[in-house]
Nanobody
Framework: VQLVESGGGLVQPGGSLRLSCSAS????????MGWYRQDPGKERKSVAT???????EYGESVKGRFTISRDNAKNTAYLQMNSLKPEDTGVYYC??????????????WGQGTQVTVSS
């Protein structure tokens, strides 16, 4: 299984970006996918998570501004980020817990995508 993120970049404060995380491989289903942000020298912290039945959780700092969604048919998660602030800057990673077609499970991370909010 492989996770690939895309959609990062440079945006001005108040702007928007949409990140994508696509999973590929021998996938039966993905019970949970999530987005995390890592600041230099700090641990990754949760931004948003979503289960395959639609349950979501958000970090306090992004509630009301970010929206996580999924296309289960495409094994893809999205993070719509609106009203971006300079403190949202960081490397964004997605993670997933995957049930594979052979009955095994897999957990892993994507390679990360840089988001920079600056004027």
């Amino acid at each position: 299984v492989q996770l690939v993120e895309s959609g990062g970049g440079l945006v001005q404060p108040g702007g928007s970006l949409r990140l994508s995380c696509s999973a590929s491989g021998n996938i039966l289903n993905i019970p949970r996918m999530g987005w995390y942000r890592q600041d230099p020298g700090k641990e990754r912290k949760s931004v948003a998570t979503m289960t395959d039945d639609g349950s979501t959780e958000y970090g306090e700092s992004v509630k009301g501004r970010f929206t996580i969604s999924r296309d289960n048919a495409k094994n893809t998660a999205y993070l719509q980020m609106n009203s971006l602030k300079p403190e949202d800057t960081g490397v964004y990673y997605c993670d997933a817990g995957v049930s594979r077609t052979d009955g095994s499970t897999w957990y892993g991370w994507g390679q990360g995508t840089q988001v920079t909010v600056s004027s």
